[in-house]
């Protein structure tokens, strides 16, 4: 699968980054190689704001003929797991994309990190300084408030590399010493007011287990890991942007085999949706959802299972672009997306949520017939199923009413509709039980009206879906919606937390919906149209006996419809 992410045609150069990165290589800077990076923390799942990033770094290298690393940024045993590395593995494949043979940890260079740490102390770039943290931050100041000198600040290089190694040997308990870069302590970027860029931590790492319990903070490890793999555009999202001066100045500092340049884009945000991972954590934490795949999770992992597709989601990081200002993306963009991908791809299968029992009245008892079905109906090339019908059918319980209103052009009594490649019936009886709901429907089918028979052409304004009723399968149907209810959900009165914003109506379950029998043996992961009513999805949940499928998006379109008023 192809990586490559083309501008629109009509717009020329498609951002300002594939405009630097031409004008690097046609410079011949850095031998004009192209190497990019993505480095996730893996301390969470990847989120639908990442895949922006893994498409503009997997994208660039490849259009300029070079090569995307994948680095996990593990430099927090805390809060990591090889969970999650293995899960952002399988998401960026998923997504289309692939490392190679570049694959690495910053825990790969923590010895070659910490050595550094020791050239800044013995350059008098560095110092351990013994304040709390509550007290650094104060010391530290903020944007109105100049900061203010460690009493720690003027040890000696020796006092100072006793120190840090003690620290490295496990001497201290947390929070006792930090090493920090020495700048600025008035600089006006509050980044430079000599950062901490070494933390004791004593806890198990994933990788390197109780080898270590000094780890380094990110802004120090990420710049001198993009430099020792000689990373050539190290392209992350504005909030970086401040933390530049800082990236430049580490590397200023030292003797490193790279020279990569720091490069901010806006980050991908979207309506109704949160991709915080600390907030995505506590979703998952609190059981407000299934886990970090639940379908209405913005996870990629959350959207697979949901029934997205890889290609609408590439397609939605194209369409919004990169530039260098925040914003808010509709969420309905990525939902037409999905709809449009899964249009042109989904087979088209009958399925019933609600059942309402229609019988054929002049059907003989006894007797199947089994219909050649196209998957595409403009399209009958691309293949067909068996489908069941006999004498007792299942149609939608919304597509009949008892009282037929204007407009009305489904089921009521004695009204006419097609049954979709079966022929037209008229609704001569209705049954209902002694509550007075409706629970059977006695019709009449015109033979006439049958695909190839002399009236098959004959028009009625309605035509509905169907399954037979001794053939379907039972299904649990999972109805899933927006998991917020608000445009901005991070937004909340005061008193309140984006948790407020959660729509209580995220998932609607159906325990006894029908689906015709050609989805059997369906494994999960397959898509669907259940025509007339949405896209589904069937879940990893499903059995033998029990077939489970998630709604991906239902079939209206608002974008689409804005996009042909020109909106």
């Given amino acids: 699968m192809s990586t490559e992410i083309k501008p629109p045609a009509d717009e020329g150069p498609s951002n300002f980054i594939r405009e630097r990165i031409q004008q690097d290589v046609a410079q011949g800077r850095r031998d004009g190689r192209v190497f990019t990076r993505f480095p996730p923390e893996p301390n969470g799942y990847l989120h639908i704001g990442h895949a922006k990033s893994i498409c503009l770094n997997f994208g660039m290298a490849a259009e300029f003929g070079g090569r995307c690393h994948l680095r996990f940024d593990d430099t927090n045993p805390v809060t990591e797991d090889v969970e999650f590395v293995e899960a952002i593995q399988e998401d960026i494949r998923w997504l289309g994309f692939d490392w190679g043979d570049h694959k690495y940890f910053a825990s790969d260079y923590f010895q070659k990190l910490y050595d550094y740490a020791e050239v800044?102390?013995?350059?008098?770039?560095?110092?351990?300084?013994?304040?709390?943290?509550?007290?650094?931050?104060?010391?530290?100041?903020?944007?109105?408030?100049?900061?203010?000198?460690?009493?720690?600040?003027?040890?000696?290089?020796?006092?100072?590399?006793?120190?840090?190694?003690?620290?490295?040997?496990?001497?201290?308990?947390?929070?006792?010493?930090?090493?920090?870069?020495?700048?600025?302590?008035?600089?006006?970027?509050?980044?430079?007011?000599?950062?901490?860029?070494?933390?004791?931590?004593?806890?198990?790492?994933h990788r390197t287990g109780d080898a270590w319990c000094v780890y380094p903070m990110y802004d120090y490890a990420h710049c001198i890991s993009d430099a020792l793999e000689r990373i050539t555009h190290s392209l992350c999202t504005l909030e970086f942007e401040d933390h530049r001066p800082l990236y430049d100045w580490i590397l200023a500092q030292l003797d490193v085999p790279g020279d990569p340049e720091q490069i901010e884009f806006a980050k991908l945000n979207l309506s109704y949706t949160v991709i915080g991972k600390r907030k995505l954590k506590q979703l998952v934490e609190q059981g407000l959802v299934s886990g970090w795949d639940d379908p209405r999770m913005p996870t990629l992992a959350g959207m697979r299972r949901r029934g997205y597709t890889p290609e609408a989601i590439r397609a939605l990081c194209e369409r919004v672009g990169v530039s260098k200002r925040n914003g808010m993306v509709d969420v309905s963009l990525l939902e037409h997306a999905v709809r449009e991908h899964l249009n042109a791809t989904s087979p088209r299968v009958m399925g019933v949520l609600q059942p309402l029992k229609l019988t054929l009245t002049n059907w003989p008892a006894g007797q199947v017939e089994w219909l050649d079905a196209p998957y595409f109906a403009d399209d009958p090339a691309r293949g067909t199923r068996p489908v069941p019908i006999g004498r007792e059918l299942l149609i939608e319980r919304e597509d009949f009413k008892e009282q037929a209103v204007k407009g009305w052009f489904r089921l009521s009594p004695g009204a006419e509709v097609r049954l979709r490649h079966v022929g037209i019936v008229r609704c001569d009886e209705v049954v209902k039980d002694e509550a007075g709901e409706v629970i059977e429907l006695r019709c009449s089918l015109d033979m006439a009206s049958r695909p190839g028979q002399p009236g098959a052409g004959r028009k009625v304004k309605g035509t509905i879906h169907w399954v037979s009723a001794a053939h379907a399968l039972q299904v649990e149907a999972r109805l899933y919606d927006r998991l917020f209810n608000v445009e901005e959900p991070n937004e909340a009165p005061e008193g309140k937390t984006f948790l407020d914003n959660l729509n209580p109506n995220s998932l609607a379950v159906v325990t006894d919906a029908r689906v015709e029998p050609s989805l059997a043996a369906a494994p999960a992961g397959t898509r669907v149209q259940f025509e007339r009513l949405a896209y589904f999805c069937v879940d990893r949940d499903s059995t033998e006996d029990r077939l489970v499928v998630n709604r991906t998006i239902g079939m209206r379109d608002s974008w689409a419809k804005l996009e042909a008023k020109g909106g």
């Fill in 120 to 205: 800044l102390i013995r350059a008098g770039k560095a110092f351990v300084d013994s304040l709390t943290p509550e007290e650094i931050k104060a010391y530290r100041g903020n944007f109105y408030k100049k900061g203010t000198a460690s009493p720690y600040r003027e040890r000696s290089v020796e006092e100072n590399l006793d120190l840090f190694r003690r620290m490295r040997a496990g001497e201290f308990e947390e929070g006792e010493h930090v090493l920090r870069a020495k700048i600025d302590v008035e600089h006006g970027n509050i980044n430079m007011r000599d950062p901490p860029i070494y933390r004791i931590k004593k806890a198990h790492h």
